[in-house]
T-cell receptor
Framework: ETGVTQTPRHLVMGMTNKKSLKCEQH?????MYWYKQSAKKPLELMFV???????ENNSVPSRFSPECPNSSHLFLHLHTLQPEDSALYLC??????????????FGPGTRLTVL | GDSVTQMEGPVTLSEEAFLTINCTYT??????LFWYVQYPGEGLQLLLK?????DKGSNKGFEATYRKETTSFHLEKGSVQVSDSAVYFC????????????FGSGTRLLVRP
């Protein structure tokens, strides 16, 4: 595997289900991100992890719970979601900037549908 | 705060036409600028970048020049192909936090044979 991988690629769940999204990066990076991409809305940054420590939570509802057990793996645990949470969830990774810019590498995303 | 504004799409072109997708930004200091592309059913891929004023980023026939005087980073390609059909995102690296990328809303490009 190379780059950033995400599983599953597609997920359908009911509002009472609990599921998890998985992201793995094979690039040796030390920062990982979750983004939400909804139709007709800009990309929304949800969470940032820097050396496994969460450094940003952009007012994300508690029904989304991230976990970063090491610098290569990132999870997004989902429970009691709402239909408006249906979206493409993108994971990204980067090497913390040493030269003033932050180039992020994205996974293919998980298409989530909440019924 | 920092922001990126892109032209609204969709942009529809015939194959071999010239492409321009406008992007302007508002930022403090000297941000780095990026164009990402998202093909159908996929995540975002970095297309090109420029890290200082007057830099030109280029890749796969696409180019964009960092214009500080006009705070712009327009994407151009001289001859588009059907395979270029995708959504294009302009983004900047915020100087407020080097972890954040600020994205524009995206411009969908459709190239017809």
């Amino acid at each position: 595997e190379t780059g950033v991988t995400q599983t599953p690629r597609h997920l359908v769940m009911g509002m009472t289900n609990k599921k998890s999204l998985k992201c793995e990066q094979h690039l040796g990076h030390n920062a990982m991100y979750w983004y939400k991409q909804s139709a007709k809305k800009p990309l929304e940054l949800m969470f940032v992890y820097n050396f496994k420590e969460q450094t940003e939570n952009n007012s994300v509802p508690s029904r989304f719970s991230p976990e970063c057990p090491n610098s290569s793996h990132l999870f997004l645990h989902l429970h009691t979601l709402q239909p408006e949470d249906s979206a493409l969830y993108l994971c990204a990774s980067s090497q913390l900037p040493t030269s003033g810019y932050n180039e992020q590498f994205f996974g293919p995303g998980t298409r989530l549908t909440v019924l | 705060g920092d922001s990126v504004t892109q032209m609204e799409g969709p942009v529809t072109l015939s194959e071999e036409a010239f492409l321009t997708i406008n992007c302007t930004y508002t930022a403090t200091g000297y941000p780095s600028l990026f164009w990402y592309v998202q093909y159908p059913g996929e995540g975002l891929q970095l297309l090109l970048k420029a890290t200082k004023a007057d830099d030109k980023g280029s890749n796969k026939g696409f180019e964009a020049t960092y214009r500080k005087e006009t705070t712009s980073f327009h994407l151009e390609k001289g001859s588009v192909q059907v395979s270029d059909s995708a959504v294009y995102f302009c983004a900047l690296n915020s100087m407020d936090s080097s972890y954040k990328l600020i994205f524009g809303s995206g411009t969908r490009l459709l190239v017809r044979p």
